[in-house]
């Protein structure tokens, strides 16, 4: 599975911004696969934000991200898209979109170790 995400940028706090994630390969048809935004800011954790599932198109969120922002998944382009609104400060760093392919229990969908496939990250930066 290749990843790539696009659609970073800079934007004032209050603002959105929606990504994409191009997702390819042969597996990309696969029932057993899951795809999920993350977030690394510099000195800390990636951060799990919400991933969304094949098999069911069932998406899950961190609490935190409920209700600003939405996972949805275009079949016809094969991206899975993270529409951001209400953007604040904390919200910056840089957004990489993952792959894996197998279980997808709650527990697994949200850690970035589980994830055997990423794409390269996009800058987000919001300012005050």
């Known amino acids: 599975v290749q990843l790539q995400a696009s659609g970073g940028g800079l934007v004032q706090a209050g603002g959105s911004l929606r990504l994409a994630c191009a997702v390819s390969?042969?597996?990309?048809?696969?029932?057993?696969?899951?795809v999920g935004w993350f977030r690394q800011v510099p000195g800390k954790e990636r951060e799990w934000i919400g991933t969304?599932?094949?098999?069911?198109?069932?998406?899950y969120y961190k609490d935190s991200a409920k209700g600003r922002f939405t996972i949805s998944r275009d079949n016809a382009k094969n991206t899975v898209n993270l529409q951001m609104n209400g953007l604040k400060p904390e919200d910056s760093g840089v957004y990489s979109c993952?792959?894996?392919?197998?279980?997808?229990?709650?527990?697994?969908?949200?850690?970035?170790?589980?994830?055997?496939?990423w794409g390269q990250g996009t800058q987000v930066t919001v300012s005050s």
């Open positions: 390969g042969r597996t990309v048809s696969s029932s057993r696969l899951a």
């Open positions: 993952a792959a894996r392919i197998g279980a997808s229990t709650l527990a697994i969908i949200q850690g970035p170790k589980y994830f055997g496939y």
């Open positions: 969304i599932r094949w098999s069911d198109d069932n998406i």
